[in-house]
T-cell receptor
Framework: KNEVEQSPQNLTAQEGEFITINCSYS?????LHWLQQHPGGGIVSLFM???GKKKHGRLIATINIQEKHSSLHITASHPRDSAVYIC??????????FGKGTKLSVKP | GAVVSQHPSWVICKSGTSVKIECRSL??????MFWYRQFPKQSLMLMAT?????????EQGVEKDKFLINHASLTLSTLTVTSAHPEDSSFYIC?????????????FGQGTRLTVV
């Protein structure tokens, strides 16, 4: 079993839909990251969470430490949101342990 | 925000040659940099942890003599793929931590797509 599990693996949505991507982890963490990877491979850090909830624009990230679960929400989705979204947890050495990613495609 | 610059963004090389990838933190000092590799349709996997002024720590299954890492300064780490083979073709990406912050955002380079022919 992977230490970081994401669901769904693939997600297709219509423009304007509310989107949720889930992440569960099985190891102790000091922080959880949500990352966005574009088709060219470049990675952008969206959020770093250790508790509660964070919001940035149309993006919302939540984490439940007791349940070892985090969600990334996108409100009013847009085609430019199409990308791979990756959940990653920070290991004991400071490195990140990645989920396999969720490929999101938002259709106009 | 903090910026990590990785160069080159893509490279094509012949089998048997060596390729050097640079990772620079532009506006902060990074005592630790991480090198990751991503094969097509796979998740990112940690290859090695690079610490300034000391030897890198390699993950199991990563050959330290093939993937040479040098972290000679607080702003630069390099990964050299020696005697490259086609199976080394992959996406390589670095990330860096700001040494002054205990728990920081992950700052990533742009990544390097290596193709060995």
């Amino acid at each position: 079993k992977n230490e970081v599990e994401q669901s769904p693996q693939n997600l297709t949505a219509q423009e304007g839909e509310f989107i949720t991507i889930n992440c569960s982890y099985s190891v102790g963490i000091s922080a959880l990251h949500w990352l966005q990877q574009h088709p060219g491979g470049g990675i952008v850090s969206l959020f770093m969470l250790s508790s509660g909830k964070k919001k940035h624009g149309r993006l919302i990230a939540t984490i439940n430490i007791q349940e070892k679960h985090s969600s990334l929400h996108i409100t009013a989705s847009h085609p430019r949101d199409s990308a791979v979204y990756i959940c990653a947890v920070r290991g004991s050495q400071g490195n990140l342990i990645f989920g396999k990613g969720t490929k999101l495609s938002v259709k106009p | 925000g903090a910026v990590v610059s990785q160069h080159p963004s893509w490279v094509i090389c012949k089998s048997g040659t060596s390729v050097k990838i640079e990772c620079r933190s532009l506006d902060f000092q990074a005592t630790t940099m991480f090198w990751y590799r991503q094969f097509p349709k796979q998740s990112l996997m940690l290859m090695a942890t690079s610490n300034e002024g000391s030897k890198a720590t390699y993950e199991q299954g990563v050959e330290k003599d093939k993937f040479l890492i040098n972290h000679a300064s607080l702003t630069l780490s390099t990964l050299t793929v020696t005697s490259a083979h086609p199976e080394d073709s992959s996406f390589y990406i670095c990330s860096a931590r700001d040494w002054q912050a205990v728990n920081t955002e992950a700052f990533f380079g742009q990544g390097t797509r290596l193709t060995v022919v």
